[in-house]
């Protein structure tokens, strides 16, 4: 049993250009992280690095450009509020998938559901946190795309 959050935007963009922010090193240092490498395919890594010795690393498992693009890692830590990581016990896939939509009159939905949060309450503030970090980015996301 797992739990999962949903965020969706609209932006004023083509498909192409959210795809292109969402998976571009450039583009996503502009919304989402300092640094990020990303090796375009099933299978491929994709790393977020927040600072110096602080990555991220999770693998694609979606590569369908302007439509869907996804990746996870599996870990049995869960971040506390402190930010710190409390093993669990239970590996888990942290899966976050992007949905991209064009809806008409050069508007794109964007998606986004993270998925894999245990039901034990060490996962409880990673949710929240996540839940709300997620609003804030992908409205950073929609200014950088609308200019």
């Known amino acids: 049993m ?31 992280v300092p640094g990020a490498r990303v090796d375009p395919r099933v299978g491929g890594e994709y790393v977020k690095v927040w600072g110096p010795g602080m990555e991220s690393k999770s693998i694609i498992s979606a590569w369908d450009p302007n439509t869907h693009f996804a990746s996870y890692t599996d870990r049995s830590f869960a971040f506390s509020g402190q930010g710190k990581p409390v093993d669990t016990g ?20 964007l998606r986004l559901v993270q998925s894999g949060f245990g039901p034990e ?8 946190s996540t839940k709300t970090g997620w609003a804030d980015y992908l409205k950073k996301l929609k200014g950088v795309l609308e200019g």
Do not use: C, N
């Open 2 to 32: 797992s739990r999962s959050h949903e965020t969706i935007i609209d932006i004023k963009a083509t498909p192409e250009e959210v795809f292109r922010a969402l998976t571009d090193p450039e583009q996503i240092a502009k919304w989402f």
């Open 90 to 109: 239970v590996v888990r896939r942290m899966a976050v998938d992007y949905y991209i939509e064009a809806i008409g009159d050069g508007v794109t939905r």
């Open 121 to 128: 309450t060490p996962w409880d503030d990673e949710f929240e």
